[in-house]
């Protein structure tokens, strides 16, 4: 069988059937065997993996996972993909195939028909819906599953440095230790992206500092905050809880209420549940 990860191959394949990459997707093909064989080595998946793939486009790391996993469950949201995976990867009998948009699975209930067994979620992650992707990724709690994600270099600079924090940033240091895999060429994807990659590796915490409850009230507290970023901490928690529980919050922590939220850090808005999910337990 032919690798798939060459341009020859994924030139190939497309002219077969008549395809060229769609924007709309975010599709960039991977034509590097070594990165690809690179990406399953630091994924650290044997012969008793369960291999969740979001996005395995023509299937250049489908494969390689098929030949490394026990199973390889591939979420392709581009129903023309999906038939191409299904013949091309044909001689495989581990493969599932599910042609469905990943932010419309449940993959909670997905990773629970799997419960005990050795789960790695492997993704190369469209730029255009990375955010949204991995806050689904961290919304659903995956306990014990690990990540092996390709993202756009700038961003992924941003979530190992802590700097310019935002809800992904932000959510990855809570629930993750994230760890640098390599970077990644530009230059080895049909058709060429216009920057570089990285490929990151997220490790679940053990000991979380919130509950499950907090954990929502720290995700819609961070998503509301940066939404309207431009105004005051004061001004943005009122919005929420009202102005004599905003200032109190604020002042507990002795936080400047003129601020604005790129001043605070990830312990900051765990504080701030903390004293808000206390509150609203006083309260009921």
Do not use: W
């Not at 995700?219 to 009122?238: D, Q, V």
Request: cysteine-free; proline content about 1%; aromatic content about 6%.
């Amino acid at each position: 069988m032919d690798v798939i990860a060459t341009l020859k191959k994924t030139r190939e394949i497309m002219n077969k059937y008549g395809i060229n990459a769609k924007k709309k997707f975010g599709q960039n093909f991977i034509i590097n065997e070594e990165i690809i064989d690179r990406i399953v080595d630091v994924s650290n998946i044997n012969h008793n993996t369960i291999v969740i793939e979001i996005g395995p486009g023509l299937g250049a790391l489908t494969q390689k996972l098929l030949m490394k996993a026990k199973k390889v469950i591939a979420i392709e949201i581009d129903y023309t993909l999906t038939d191409i995976l299904k013949e091309e990867l044909k001689e495989f009998n581990n493969l599932e195939i599910i042609n469905e948009d990943v932010l419309n699975v449940d993959l909670k209930a997905l990773v629970n028909k799997y419960d005990k067994e050795d789960i790695v979620l492997v993704s190369n992650l469209p730029y255009y819906v990375t955010s949204d992707i991995m806050i689904k990724i961290f919304e659903a709690d995956l306990k014990g599953v690990s990540l092996t994600v390709m993202m756009q270099k700038e961003v992924a600079r941003r979530i190992l440095k802590g700097e310019n924090e935002n809800l992904l940033t932000l959510l990855s240091k809570y629930y993750f230790d994230v760890k640098l895999g390599f970077e990644v060429s530009k230059n080895i994807f049909h058709p060429r992206p216009n920057v570089d990659s990285t490929i990151l590796r997220y490790l679940h915490k053990q000991n979380r500092q919130l509950n499950k409850d907090q954990e929502i009230i720290l995700t819609n507290l961070i998503k509301n905050l940066y939404t309207k970023k431009r105004k005051t901490l004061l001004n943005n928690l009122k919005d929420l809880y009202g102005e004599e529980l905003s200032i109190s919050l604020l002042d507990e922590l002795n936080i400047n209420q003129n601020e604005r939220v790129e001043k605070l850090k990830l312990e900051d808005f765990i504080a701030l549940v903390k004293i808000i999910s206390q509150f609203r337990h006083q309260n009921h």
